[in-house]
């Protein structure tokens, strides 16, 4: 993966977008631009919310997530799978994307999974800040607030994608990387990005 090289709390407002990444990849398989794309998301009210402020910071996230990816085929399952199957691909789209997200997913997630330790606790959570903190200036300027709030995003997500059952489940499941994904991730290169998802070749 090209990883991103800097770390980013604006997991706080982007969070999973699942109905709004779906929109936004069929524009994209339209061959629009993020600006137009956005733009018509907004005059449109594509993704129907109650005012108008958020629209366009959301769509351009979303586009970013999509050229992320790396991938057209990637796109279009987002675009049309099944949920569950282009969730995980959304999934795997924000760990592109986000490098928080795939340093959790992979040290955290995949970890726990390679090590058949399928416990995942608020401890776990509170290490992978704290060493993300040590290393890092930027994450160590982040209030509790803001760990909190990329806390719960992170939980929601694994929801999302049936990693967890609910928003209070310490034990995560043995999920199955949909077909779909994995050959997304393996013509990618990111085999890290496997563990994350049960495969542990």
């Known amino acids: 993966m090209e990883a ?18 779906r929109i936004a990849a069929r524009l994209y398989l339209e061959g629009l631009s993020s600006g137009d ?9 594509l993704f129907q919310y109650p005012t108008e402020r958020e629209t366009a910071r959301l769509a351009r996230a979303c ?31 924000m760990m592109r994307y986000n490098r928080l997200v795939w340093d ?3 040290q955290v997630i995949g970890e726990k ?11 776990d959570f509170h290490a992978f800040f704290s060493r993300l903190q040590a290393q890092n200036d930027a994450v160590a300027a982040w209030s509790e607030g ?10 929601r997500s694994l929801v999302e994608t049936e990693h967890l059952d609910t928003n209070r489940s310490t ?14 991730i393996l013509a990618n290169g990111d085999f890290a990005a496997l563990a994350a998802f049960n495969d542990l070749r």
């Open 4 to 21: 991103n090289p800097t770390y980013s709390g604006r997991l706080t407002s982007e969070q999973f977008l699942f109905p709004e990444i």
């Open 37 to 45: 794309a956005a733009a018509r998301i907004k005059e449109e009210n």
């Open 63 to 93: 586009y970013k997530r999509l050229q992320a990816l790396s991938s057209p085929r990637l796109v279009r399952e987002l675009a049309s799978a099944p949920a569950g199957v282009a969730k995980q691909i959304n999934l795997y789209a």
């Open 104 to 106: 959790f997913m992979t």
């Open 113 to 123: 999974y390679r090590s058949q330790d399928f416990s995942l606790s608020k401890k």
């Open 146 to 155: 803001t760990v909190r709030k990329i806390r719960s995003v992170l939980v």
């Open 171 to 184: 034990v995560l499941n043995p999920v199955l990387l949909c077909e779909e994904l994995e050959q997304g």
